[in-house]
Protein backbone atom coordinates (compact mmCIF):
# COMPACT_ATOMS: atom_id res chain seq x y z
CA UNK A 1 0.00 0.00 0.00
CA UNK A 2 1.53 3.45 -0.90
CA UNK A 3 2.43 5.91 1.75
CA UNK A 4 0.15 8.66 1.53
CA UNK A 5 1.95 12.13 2.17
CA UNK A 6 0.89 14.25 5.00
CA UNK A 7 -0.41 18.01 3.47
CA UNK A 8 0.98 21.14 5.10
CA UNK A 9 -2.12 22.26 7.26
CA UNK A 10 -1.60 25.76 7.44
CA UNK A 11 0.01 27.84 4.33
CA UNK A 12 -0.39 31.13 4.81
CA UNK A 13 0.75 34.33 1.86
CA UNK A 14 3.14 37.01 3.15
CA UNK A 15 0.68 40.28 2.31
CA UNK A 16 4.05 42.39 2.02
CA UNK A 17 5.47 40.18 -0.36
CA UNK A 18 2.43 40.72 -2.94
CA UNK A 19 3.69 42.16 -5.96
CA UNK A 20 1.63 42.74 -9.41
CA UNK A 21 5.25 42.29 -10.93
CA UNK A 22 6.91 38.14 -11.71
CA UNK A 23 9.80 38.94 -9.50
CA UNK A 24 9.02 37.79 -6.14
CA UNK A 25 11.18 34.99 -4.95
CA UNK A 26 14.19 33.61 -2.99
CA UNK A 27 12.91 33.74 0.61
CA UNK A 28 14.61 32.58 3.72
CA UNK A 29 13.16 31.72 6.99
CA UNK A 30 15.10 31.54 10.21
CA UNK A 31 13.24 31.49 14.45
CA UNK A 32 15.58 33.04 17.15
CA UNK A 33 16.76 31.70 20.30
CA UNK A 34 13.48 33.59 22.18
CA UNK A 35 11.47 32.58 19.08
CA UNK A 36 10.83 35.09 16.62
CA UNK A 37 10.31 34.40 13.36
CA UNK A 38 11.89 36.27 9.94
CA UNK A 39 11.47 35.98 6.60
CA UNK A 40 13.37 37.32 4.03
CA UNK A 41 13.28 37.89 0.01
CA UNK A 42 13.87 40.02 -2.88
CA UNK A 43 11.33 41.75 -4.84
CA UNK A 44 11.20 44.09 -8.19
CA UNK A 45 10.13 43.63 -11.52
CA UNK A 46 12.33 40.48 -12.51
CA UNK A 47 15.48 38.86 -11.50
CA UNK A 48 18.33 41.25 -11.82
CA UNK A 49 16.17 44.36 -12.92
CA UNK A 50 17.39 47.75 -11.92
CA UNK A 51 15.66 48.58 -7.96
CA UNK A 52 15.30 45.41 -7.06
CA UNK A 53 15.18 45.06 -3.11
CA UNK A 54 15.53 43.10 -0.24
CA UNK A 55 12.34 42.78 2.28
CA UNK A 56 12.34 41.14 5.90
CA UNK A 57 9.44 40.45 7.67
CA UNK A 58 9.74 39.53 11.43
CA UNK A 59 7.66 39.37 13.95
CA UNK A 60 5.95 35.83 16.71
CA UNK A 61 3.28 35.79 14.80
CA UNK A 62 3.15 36.12 10.88
CA UNK A 63 -0.21 37.88 10.98
CA UNK A 64 1.30 40.73 12.53
CA UNK A 65 4.76 40.83 11.02
CA UNK A 66 6.52 44.29 10.58
CA UNK A 67 8.30 44.38 7.54
CA UNK A 68 11.58 46.44 6.82
CA UNK A 69 13.54 47.25 3.70
CA UNK A 70 17.08 45.98 3.86
CA UNK A 71 18.32 47.22 0.93
CA UNK A 72 21.38 49.53 0.64
CA UNK A 73 21.56 52.51 -1.33
CA UNK A 74 21.62 52.66 -5.31
CA UNK A 75 19.60 50.87 -7.55
CA UNK A 76 21.73 47.93 -8.39
CA UNK A 77 19.78 44.46 -8.37
CA UNK A 78 19.70 42.95 -4.88
CA UNK A 79 19.38 38.52 -4.78
CA UNK A 80 18.81 36.04 -2.86
CA UNK A 81 18.68 37.13 1.03
CA UNK A 82 19.33 34.56 3.90
CA UNK A 83 18.37 35.30 7.37
CA UNK A 84 20.79 34.85 10.58
CA UNK A 85 20.48 35.27 14.23
CA UNK A 86 23.51 36.00 16.32
CA UNK A 87 21.62 36.05 19.24
CA UNK A 88 19.04 38.54 19.11
CA UNK A 89 20.42 40.79 16.06
CA UNK A 90 18.98 40.02 12.82
CA UNK A 91 21.17 40.08 10.01
CA UNK A 92 20.53 39.51 6.36
CA UNK A 93 23.08 38.34 3.73
CA UNK A 94 22.21 39.03 0.30
CA UNK A 95 23.75 39.70 -3.40
CA UNK A 96 24.12 42.60 -4.82
CA UNK A 97 25.02 42.68 -8.59
CA UNK A 98 23.16 42.23 -12.20
CA UNK A 99 24.07 38.91 -12.26
CA UNK A 100 25.37 35.74 -10.78
CA UNK A 101 28.31 36.09 -12.38
CA UNK A 102 29.08 39.38 -11.03
CA UNK A 103 27.07 39.70 -7.73
CA UNK A 104 28.98 40.03 -4.21
CA UNK A 105 27.93 38.81 -0.74
CA UNK A 106 26.83 41.90 1.85
CA UNK A 107 25.74 41.55 5.17
CA UNK A 108 23.77 43.70 6.73
CA UNK A 109 23.06 44.28 10.36
CA UNK A 110 19.82 45.84 11.92
CA UNK A 111 20.35 48.42 14.27
CA UNK A 112 19.33 51.38 16.50
CA UNK A 113 19.11 53.44 13.32
CA UNK A 114 18.75 51.43 10.49
CA UNK A 115 20.85 48.59 8.35
CA UNK A 116 24.69 48.75 8.30
CA UNK A 117 25.96 46.87 5.31
CA UNK A 118 29.65 45.56 4.39
CA UNK A 119 31.09 43.25 2.15
CA UNK A 120 31.87 39.84 2.81
CA UNK A 121 35.53 39.31 1.19
CA UNK A 122 38.00 36.63 1.29
CA UNK A 123 42.03 37.74 2.14
CA UNK A 124 41.91 38.32 -1.93
CA UNK A 125 39.04 41.18 -1.43
CA UNK A 126 36.91 38.29 -3.44
CA UNK A 127 33.78 38.15 -2.86
CA UNK A 128 32.56 35.53 -0.01
CA UNK A 129 29.89 34.11 1.94
CA UNK A 130 25.87 32.49 1.27
CA UNK A 131 24.70 32.76 -2.08
CA UNK A 132 21.73 31.19 -1.06
CA UNK A 133 21.16 28.98 1.94
CA UNK A 134 21.13 29.07 5.75
CA UNK A 135 24.92 29.93 7.27
CA UNK A 136 25.28 27.11 9.90
CA UNK A 137 27.16 28.33 13.16
CA UNK A 138 29.52 24.95 14.19
CA UNK A 139 31.80 25.60 17.21
CA UNK A 140 32.01 29.42 16.70
CA UNK A 141 32.95 29.39 12.98
CA UNK A 142 30.47 30.60 10.48
CA UNK A 143 30.19 28.16 7.70
CA UNK A 144 28.29 29.20 4.14
CA UNK A 145 26.96 27.47 1.15
CA UNK A 146 28.89 29.41 -1.52
CA UNK A 147 28.96 28.63 -5.53
CA UNK A 148 30.28 30.40 -8.70
CA UNK A 149 28.68 30.70 -11.77
CA UNK A 150 30.80 31.99 -14.23
CA UNK A 151 32.36 29.39 -15.96
CA UNK A 152 31.02 25.88 -16.87
CA UNK A 153 30.33 23.62 -15.01
CA UNK A 154 29.11 25.40 -12.31
CA UNK A 155 30.93 25.15 -8.85
CA UNK A 156 30.26 25.15 -5.27
CA UNK A 157 32.35 25.98 -1.97
CA UNK A 158 31.87 26.21 1.52
CA UNK A 159 33.48 30.15 3.10
CA UNK A 160 34.17 29.81 6.99
CA UNK A 161 34.50 33.05 9.25
CA UNK A 162 36.33 32.06 12.03
CA UNK A 163 35.57 34.49 15.39
CA UNK A 164 36.99 37.93 15.53
CA UNK A 165 38.13 37.28 11.92
CA UNK A 166 37.66 39.81 9.12
CA UNK A 167 38.05 37.66 5.79
CA UNK A 168 35.86 34.70 4.78
CA UNK A 169 38.39 31.06 3.96
CA UNK A 170 36.62 29.35 0.84
CA UNK A 171 37.15 25.44 0.87
CA UNK A 172 35.66 23.90 -2.85
CA UNK A 173 34.12 21.01 -2.95
CA UNK A 174 35.00 18.61 -6.05
CA UNK A 175 32.37 18.76 -8.24
CA UNK A 176 31.58 15.97 -11.38
CA UNK A 177 32.48 16.21 -14.80
CA UNK A 178 29.44 17.88 -16.68
CA UNK A 179 27.32 18.34 -13.61
CA UNK A 180 26.79 21.79 -12.09
CA UNK A 181 27.08 22.01 -8.96
CA UNK A 182 25.95 25.42 -6.69
CA UNK A 183 24.26 26.92 -3.65
CA UNK A 184 24.98 24.37 -1.51
CA UNK A 185 22.31 24.16 1.61
CA UNK A 186 24.37 23.07 5.22
CA UNK A 187 23.26 20.96 8.13
CA UNK A 188 25.13 19.01 10.47
CA UNK A 189 24.31 15.03 10.96
CA UNK A 190 26.07 12.61 13.21
CA UNK A 191 28.37 15.05 14.51
CA UNK A 192 29.80 16.14 10.46
CA UNK A 193 28.78 18.88 8.83
CA UNK A 194 27.35 18.14 5.15
CA UNK A 195 26.38 20.15 1.82
CA UNK A 196 23.70 19.28 -0.05
CA UNK A 197 23.98 20.67 -3.69
CA UNK A 198 21.21 21.80 -6.28
CA UNK A 199 22.38 20.15 -9.40
CA UNK A 200 22.14 19.80 -13.03
CA UNK A 201 21.61 15.80 -13.25
CA UNK A 202 18.75 15.47 -11.74
CA UNK A 203 19.41 14.58 -7.64
CA UNK A 204 20.40 16.32 -4.87
CA UNK A 205 24.27 15.78 -4.50
CA UNK A 206 26.17 15.32 -0.97
CA UNK A 207 29.40 16.47 0.23
CA UNK A 208 30.58 15.67 3.51
CA UNK A 209 33.49 18.17 5.47
CA UNK A 210 36.57 16.05 6.70
CA UNK A 211 38.34 16.54 9.81
CA UNK A 212 41.16 18.31 7.99
CA UNK A 213 38.57 21.04 6.68
CA UNK A 214 38.55 20.12 3.13
CA UNK A 215 35.48 18.13 1.42
CA UNK A 216 34.33 15.39 -0.25
CA UNK A 217 33.89 14.92 -3.73
CA UNK A 218 30.35 15.09 -4.12
CA UNK A 219 27.86 12.63 -5.05
CA UNK A 220 24.71 12.22 -6.44
CA UNK A 221 21.73 11.37 -3.54
CA UNK A 222 18.27 9.64 -4.35
CA UNK A 223 16.55 13.33 -3.43
CA UNK A 224 15.22 15.03 -6.92
CA UNK A 225 16.18 18.25 -8.13
CA UNK A 226 15.55 19.86 -10.94
CA UNK A 227 18.44 22.01 -11.08
CA UNK A 228 16.14 24.30 -8.86
CA UNK A 229 16.31 25.36 -5.16
CA UNK A 230 16.59 23.30 -1.93
CA UNK A 231 17.44 23.51 1.93
CA UNK A 232 17.76 21.06 4.76
CA UNK A 233 17.97 20.95 8.25
CA UNK A 234 19.00 19.17 11.06
CA UNK A 235 15.79 17.62 13.60
CA UNK A 236 16.11 17.36 17.74
CA UNK A 237 16.61 13.32 16.76
CA UNK A 238 19.38 14.10 14.30
CA UNK A 239 17.68 13.25 10.95
CA UNK A 240 17.49 15.46 7.98
CA UNK A 241 14.63 17.15 6.37
CA UNK A 242 15.10 18.75 2.83
CA UNK A 243 12.90 20.54 0.65
CA UNK A 244 12.53 20.86 -2.73
CA UNK A 245 10.67 20.39 -5.95
CA UNK A 246 10.05 16.95 -7.36
CA UNK A 247 10.77 16.59 -10.80
CA UNK A 248 14.60 14.99 -11.84
CA UNK A 249 14.44 16.69 -15.00
CA UNK A 250 17.25 19.30 -15.48
CA UNK A 251 15.15 23.06 -15.39
CA UNK A 252 12.46 20.56 -15.29
CA UNK A 253 8.77 21.57 -13.60
CA UNK A 254 8.64 23.80 -10.31
CA UNK A 255 5.90 21.89 -8.78
CA UNK A 256 5.08 19.89 -6.83
CA UNK A 257 7.44 21.04 -3.84
CA UNK A 258 7.91 18.76 -1.12
CA UNK A 259 9.17 17.93 2.19
CA UNK A 260 11.55 14.96 2.17
CA UNK A 261 12.93 12.67 5.34
CA UNK A 262 16.68 11.30 5.94
CA UNK A 263 18.41 9.57 8.46
CA UNK A 264 22.03 9.07 6.49
CA UNK A 265 21.92 12.27 3.89
CA UNK A 266 21.91 9.48 0.92
CA UNK A 267 18.78 7.99 0.60
CA UNK A 268 15.55 10.10 1.38
CA UNK A 269 11.53 9.76 1.19
CA UNK A 270 8.97 12.05 0.97
CA UNK A 271 7.07 12.67 3.85
CA UNK A 272 5.04 15.72 3.41
CA UNK A 273 3.54 18.39 0.67
CA UNK A 274 3.89 21.70 0.61
CA UNK A 275 2.08 22.95 -2.45
CA UNK A 276 1.26 21.29 -5.55
CA UNK A 277 -1.12 24.02 -7.47
CA UNK A 278 -4.12 23.15 -5.45
CA UNK A 279 -4.20 25.34 -2.66
CA UNK A 280 -6.45 28.82 -3.45
CA UNK A 281 -5.19 31.28 -0.84
CA UNK A 282 -8.29 33.02 -1.10
CA UNK A 283 -6.31 36.37 -0.16
CA UNK A 284 -8.27 40.05 -1.81
CA UNK A 285 -4.52 40.85 -1.58
CA UNK A 286 -3.51 39.21 -4.58
CA UNK A 287 -3.47 40.20 -7.98
CA UNK A 288 -5.41 38.39 -10.82
CA UNK A 289 -3.72 35.59 -12.76
CA UNK A 290 -1.34 36.34 -15.29
CA UNK A 291 -3.31 35.51 -18.78
CA UNK A 292 -3.00 31.91 -19.48
CA UNK A 293 -2.21 30.82 -16.28
CA UNK A 294 -1.75 27.06 -15.50
CA UNK A 295 -0.50 25.09 -12.61
CA UNK A 296 2.17 23.01 -14.23
CA UNK A 297 5.45 24.20 -12.20
CA UNK A 298 6.17 26.54 -15.82
CA UNK A 299 9.75 28.38 -15.11
CA UNK A 300 7.58 31.83 -16.21
CA UNK A 301 5.93 31.95 -13.08
CA UNK A 302 2.74 30.46 -13.61
CA UNK A 303 2.42 27.69 -11.16
CA UNK A 304 5.78 27.74 -9.82
CA UNK A 305 6.05 26.90 -6.25
CA UNK A 306 9.80 27.05 -5.69
CA UNK A 307 12.81 27.77 -3.74
CA UNK A 308 12.17 26.93 -0.62
CA UNK A 309 13.69 27.70 2.69
CA UNK A 310 13.06 25.19 5.49
CA UNK A 311 13.65 25.89 9.96
CA UNK A 312 13.05 23.39 12.37
CA UNK A 313 12.33 24.98 15.61
CA UNK A 314 11.25 22.02 18.07
CA UNK A 315 8.56 20.15 16.81
CA UNK A 316 7.55 22.91 14.57
CA UNK A 317 8.54 23.16 11.18
CA UNK A 318 8.53 26.42 8.76
CA UNK A 319 8.92 26.62 5.35
CA UNK A 320 9.18 29.98 3.13
CA UNK A 321 8.75 29.44 -0.76
CA UNK A 322 7.98 31.20 -3.84
CA UNK A 323 4.27 31.53 -4.70
CA UNK A 324 4.03 31.79 -8.74
CA UNK A 325 6.74 34.84 -8.54
CA UNK A 326 3.91 36.46 -6.76
CA UNK A 327 4.21 36.49 -3.62
CA UNK A 328 6.03 34.43 -0.62
CA UNK A 329 4.10 31.60 0.95
CA UNK A 330 4.82 30.23 4.90
CA UNK A 331 3.82 26.68 5.51
CA UNK A 332 3.82 25.59 9.22
CA UNK A 333 4.34 21.82 10.09
CA UNK A 334 4.71 19.51 13.12
CA UNK A 335 7.07 16.79 13.09
CA UNK A 336 4.87 15.04 14.81
CA UNK A 337 2.25 15.18 12.55
CA UNK A 338 3.95 14.29 9.50
CA UNK A 339 5.34 10.94 11.73
CA UNK A 340 9.21 11.61 12.04
CA UNK A 341 9.52 13.29 15.24
Given at each position: M??RL????D??I??????P?????A????????????V?W???R??G??????????G?????????E??????????????F?????????????E??S???????R?????W???????????????????????????F??????????????????A?D????????????????????????????L????????????????R??????????????????????????????????????I??????????????????????????DG?????????????????????L??????S??????????V?????????A???A?L????????
Open positions: AHSIAARRLRDSVSHSGVHSSVSTSARGEVAAFSGSEAAGTKILVAHHDDAGFSVEVSGPGSVAQWNPVVWEGDDLQVFSQVGSPTWRTVRSRTPDGSHEPCVGPDGSSRGPVRNHVVACGGILAGASVEDRRPWASAVDSLPATFWQRSWIPGADDVDLIQPALAVIDGVVALLRSSGGRGYLSRRADGTWSAAVPTDLPNNNSGLDVATTPAGALLAVGNASTDWGPRCPLLLFHSRDALTWRPVAIIDRWAPGDDHLPPPHPGERFDGSDGRGEYYPSIDVSGDRLVSYTWQRRIALHSLTAIGVA
